[in-house]
């Protein structure tokens, strides 16, 4: 009885698109908030060996100008990703409402051939709204790990110069 249950759902064994997007997505945000985690760390601990140091006000007031300046450097990179993010959930958004209203227009068609026609198209728009908002999302993420891996390189760069310095 088992065998006969087993073969007659063969979609049993197929993955999930959605659910595997939606996994590489966490995982993705898992490995963005790790990076994040490790960068304040590091940072933490280059401020920590800054303070304990002692250095001339000047050498200080030169850090300080340095740090500045490659922070000055990221605040335009993150602004853009930010507002890439809010466009995208303003497109998610109208994408959505449009959907609904085809969803609305399908169920007000009787189920003859124009009605699953009109189904079809609801489910293919659906889809093809879920390909594009996370190709989109994770482009924005891919762009903005380089941006903080940039500035994390660069900030690990400039606590060896001042290391070496010192």
């Known amino acids: ?39 304040q760390q590091e940072a933490v601990q280059c401020w920590s060996k800054w ?31 930010v507002e890439e993010l809010v466009d995208l959930m303003q497109a998610n958004t109208r994408t959505g409402t449009e959907l609904l209203k085809k969803v609305a227009d399908a169920t007000q068609t009787p189920m003859t051939s124009e009605g699953q026609n009109k189904w079809l198209e609801v489910w293919t728009s659906s889809m093809g709204a879920m390909r594009s908002s996370y190709e989109r999302f994770m482009q924005i993420g891919g762009r903005a790990m380089d941006s903080w891996m940039d500035f994390a390189q660069k900030s690990s760069e400039m606590a060896q110069m001042h290391s070496k310095a010192a």
């Open 51 to 81: 303070f304990n140091q002692s250095a001339p006000a000047e050498d200080w007031q030169r850090r300080v100008t340095r740090f500045t300046h490659l922070v000055n450097q990221y605040v335009p990179e993150n602004e853009k990703r």
């Open 1 to 39: 009885m088992k065998e006969k249950t087993e073969a007659a759902n063969p979609m049993r064994d197929r993955k999930n698109p959605v659910s595997d997007m939606a996994e590489q997505i966490v995982s993705n945000y898992e490995q963005a908030l790790r990076s994040s985690i490790k960068m």
